[in-house]
């Protein structure tokens, strides 16, 4: 099992920055990929961006040129990184990871952390 725990949410202004974080405990050994998710009021998860254990990032198109994750080299916390945002970007933003080896595939999420952009 793999526990998420996500931070960094809260609210700004338009234009404004934010450094999410997911700190990752238990079986991390497992993973393979960490990634970034957000749903808006009435509106389905969106995944945002994703990386893998050797570092190789895909972001949606959202959210390139604006959000970098990133991942710790020392501990298994992932970040996301949020500049120029707008009220588009007001979300819970969940962290998600999988574990997939050739016998199962295990998907753990955090409990989400809130960003609001007010303009």
């Known amino acids: 099992q793999v526990q998420l725990v996500e931070s960094g949410g809260g609210s700004v202004h338009a234009g404004g920055s934010l450094r999410l974080s997911c700190d990752a405990s238990?079986?991390?050994?497992?993973?393979?990929?960490m990634a970034w998710y957000r749903q808006a009021p009435g509106k389905q998860r969106e995944l945002i961006a994703d990386i893998t254990n050797d570092g190789r990032a895909n972001y949606v198109d959202s959210a390139k040129g604006r959000f970098t994750i990133s991942k710790d080299p020392t501990k298994p916390t992932a970040y996301l990184d949020m500049t120029g945002l707008g009220p588009e970007d007001t979300a819970i933003y969940y962290c998600h990871a999988a574990a997939v080896n050739e016998f199962h595939h295990y998907d753990y999420w955090g409990q989400g952390t809130q960003v609001t952009v007010s303009s």
């Open positions: 238990g079986m991390t050994w497992t993973i393979n990929t």
